[in-house]
């Protein structure tokens, strides 16, 4: 699982998509993250902030941020970095997955 950083007022927090995020996600949203509408700031935010909870829950990292303090202290292009490292991790995984899965 690829950890990224998210830094809210210069502190880093880790930020991961387990499944955690995914249940968190559904609470907060009352839908699955396969639901999940990419062109929905609400949702992008959301789904962000869960990755960010269950990254620090993960790494017992104190993370006390409420979805609206935390919309309140991330920009678009911290949500934009984010989403970058964030797909190119997937693609690395992917690929990495596919070579495990090939015969030698």
Not at 22 to 33: P, S
Request: hydrophobic share 35%; glycine share 4%.
């Amino acid at each position: 699982m690829k950890r990224i950083e998210v830094k809210i007022d210069g502190k880093p927090y880790p930020c991961m998509p387990t499944m955690g995020a995914a249940l968190r996600f559904q609470e907060e949203t009352g839908h699955d993250i396969t639901e999940m509408d990419a062109k929905s700031v609400t949702d992008t935010v959301t789904y962000l902030w869960c990755c960010v909870k269950a990254g620090c829950a993960r790494e017992h990292v104190d993370f006390d941020l409420s979805l609206m303090d935390f919309a309140d202290n991330i920009d678009m292009e911290q949500i934009k970095r984010w989403a970058e490292a964030a797909s190119s991790g997937q693609i690395a995984e992917a690929e990495d997955e596919k070579k495990s899965e090939s015969p030698s």
